[in-house]
């Protein structure tokens, strides 16, 4: 089978071609791509097919194809283009990619900015949500919107969650004769009609809401907005995370988040992770909420429902905390037990002996390895005139590890 050669389109037109490209387009027999790219060659003597709402079933056809073919794509073919379709459905030898200069590389190069340390964020045919959740996650971000989550949509979104400190780039019709840079601010961003070929860069400038801690372990417990007593203790917090052992990109569940502490603290060490603080309370989730924007949580979702019913929609876990159960721990555990990895951990935490034992039986029956660790924690009394100890109730904190 011959070679499909995928070729980037510049932002300048056929100029903006290179000599090896431009060849073998003269060579094709069949020249695929969108209408602004295949309109870019309006002398082609071959046969030409448009890319349009349905690209499987164009890429699909391509399988059999045995003319001389060259696809056209925006920029790069594999930065959030048809490359990755393609490589889906046929065989990697069968492809040449011929990169060229992207919208979002030439959009930093308009703005004389550096590329090399954001974050690239396609939000085509995704919720407005999910585009915002990698966004703020993150200092700089070059956001590639559609008809539907738009630049003012994605400010709007931004401004809801108090996130809006960032200085806001609108590239336009980037390379043609109407391009447009536009300096505002995420609130600017809100009554602006952007134009449909846009790329949208957010700079953080500034914490939008109060954030008094440096990332780090051990939050005092009187930070944290709360129900009395439904927080897990500084001291047990720490603990607890060390025992999930979290590595940058895993995905936890925080089961019972109470006052959503563990997801809080979780959030500096998943840096590029996702973490989902699941509670049934009402109560507690307008505290989890308060307590989210307080800290300016990145990665932390809030999820509203009581455990297990409410797990079918979330991604499977790499770690597991479960700092509550509504009387439903066995139900939990064996919904976990489904969907989480290999090596997987949960860490559970467990003040009466009737949660320790019911939770060891459900481990020890499904092969887990267990570890349980006693903490006992008794701390000095502030403002009195004698140093005298505070004990509180010891706390027994389960690791099981999932074997593989």
């Known amino acids: 089978m011959k070679t499909i050669y995928v070729i980037g389109a510049g932002v300048e037109g056929q100029e903006g071609f290179g000599s090896r490209a431009l060849e073998l387009i003269a060579q094709a027999e069949l020249l695929v791509g969108g209408e602004r790219q295949l309109a870019l060659f309006p002398d082609f003597k071959g046969e030409k097919i448009v890319v349009g709402a349905k690209p499987s079933e164009v890429v699909g056809n391509l399988v059999r194809e045995t003319r001389t073919t060259v696809v056209l794509a925006s920029g790069d073919p594999l930065f959030f283009g048809i490359g990755r379709l393609l490589l889906r459905n046929l065989p990697p030898q069968r492809l040449e990619f011929v990169p060229n200069v992207t ?43 559609d008809a539907v989550n738009t630049p003012a949509a994605i400010a709007r979104e931004l401004i809801d969650r108090g996130r809006d400190g960032y200085a806001a780039y609108l590239c336009e019709n980037l390379g043609a004769a109407e391009e447009r840079i536009i300096t505002t601010d995420v609130k600017g961003l809100v009554d602006i009609v952007a134009a449909p070929l846009n790329v949208l860069i957010l700079i953080k400038e500034y914490e939008s809401t109060e954030a008094r801690y440096i990332p780090t372990l051990g939050i005092p417990d009187e930070e944290f907005a709360t129900v009395r ?14 025992k999930l052992k979290l590595r940058h990109d895993m995905t936890l569940w925080d089961i019972g988040a109470g006052s959503g502490s563990v997801s809080i603290e979780a959030d500096h060490l998943l840096p590029n992770g996702q973490i989902f603080a699941i509670e049934r309370n009402p109560e507690c989730r307008a505290f989890i909420k308060e307590n989210l924007g307080k800290f ?54 467990a003040i009466t002996l009737d949660t320790l034992t019911s939770a060891i039986e459900f481990f ?41």
């Open 364 to 404: 020890d029956n499904s092969g887990y390895e267990v570890e349980v660790t006693t903490v006992n924690i008794a701390r000095t009394r502030p403002l009195t005139d004698y140093k005298m100890f505070e004990a509180y109730n010891p706390v027994y904190i389960l690791a099981a590890v999932k074997e593989g």
């Open 229 to 242: 007593k439904l927080i897990t203790k500084e001291e047990i917090r720490v603990v607890t995370l060390a």
């Open 103 to 145: 919208s979002i590389q030439y959009a930093f190069s308009r703005i004389r900015v550096p590329w090399d340390d954001a974050v690239f964020v396609s939000a085509h045919g995704r919720g407005v949500k999910e585009a915002v959740d990698r966004i703020v996650a993150n200092d700089k971000a070059a956001v590639l919107t």
């Open 296 to 349: 300016n949580t990145r990665n932390v979702t809030l999820i509203e429902g009581l455990a297990p019913d409410c797990l079918d929609d979330l991604p499977d876990p790499d770690r597991v905390f479960i700092g509550g159960s509504g009387g439903q721990l066995w139900k939990i555990l064996e919904n976990v037990d489904k969907r989480l990895a290999a090596d997987g951990r949960i860490v559970l935490n």
